[in-house]
């Protein structure tokens, strides 16, 4: 039996046709195959609605970004965001980070970004969190030398979790950021709103 990949939901809101198949034509133009290669590049693992990789795309205009995300709405929400502003930097893969590393794992980044990653906050739903030794050992395995990433959490467990697997890397330094790493993203936000501390994690490879 195949294994389940991906446990929340793929579409929210309603999306227009006209905003559906003007997405499909942005995916087809901008191919992940065919990235300039020789340009740095940023991932953004989850990206929820977009807002950091529409940032990120703004202050690095000469790097690529690639979204990975199965929520079709922020897929929408950004393609719809680049074709309006005439952003060129930004790529989208539709689908579980699991897929995309199958398929593009000749691909090396310079930093990546997991921000607030679903909690799975019940003992019994913690097996489905994207961050476990595999996922580390695979975002280190395409993260170029002095690449990093960036991870933030407001569920404590999620993050004193990723702390102790984090110690069996020895080629990985850890620094705790104490500081907002990027823009306030819709979860930040919602965090925010509920007073909940967030903390994020600094990881860079040697
Ligand atoms: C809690 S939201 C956070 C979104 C955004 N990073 C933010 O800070 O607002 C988590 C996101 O991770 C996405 N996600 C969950 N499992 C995933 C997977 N296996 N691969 C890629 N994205 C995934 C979800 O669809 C969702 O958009």
């Known amino acids: 039996m195949k294994k389940k990949l991906y ?6 809101r309603k999306i227009s046709i006209i905003k559906e198949s003007s997405f499909k034509k942005y ?6 195959n065919r990235l300039n290669s020789k340009k ?6 989850g990206i929820g609605m977009g807002e950091n990789l529409i940032y990120l795309s703004k202050k690095n205009i000469k790097k690529n970004i690639i979204g990975v995300d199965p929520f079709k709405n922020g897929m929408v929400n950004v393609s719809d965001y680049c074709i309006n502003n005439n952003i060129q930097n930004i ?5 579980v980070f699991q897929k995309f ?6 691909l090396r980044f310079d930093i990546i970004y997991v921000l607030f990653p679903d ?3 019940k003992k019994r739903h913690k097996k489905r969190r994207i961050i476990n030794e595999e996922f580390l050992k695979t975002i280190f395995a395409i993260l170029k030398k002095k690449g990093k990433v960036f991870f ?8 004193m979790n990723v702390k102790t697997i984090i110690k069996k890397f020895s080629n990985i330094k850890v620094k705790k950021i104490n500081k907002i790493v990027t823009i306030k993203t819709k979860f930040y936000l919602k965090a925010e709103k509920k007073g909940n501390k967030i903390n994020s994690l600094l990881f860079s490879k040697n």
Do not use: A, C, H, Q
């Open 7 to 12: 446990f929340g939901r793929v579409k929210s």
């Open 27 to 32: 995916l087809k133009t901008k191919n992940i």
């Open 40 to 45: 740095k590049l940023i991932l953004e693992i």
């Open 91 to 95: 790529y989208l893969y539709p689908y």
């Open 101 to 106: 590393i199958n398929k593009f794992n000749k």
């Open 119 to 121: 909690p799975w906050p």
């Open 152 to 159: 933030s959490t407001d569920n404590l467990d999620y993050f």
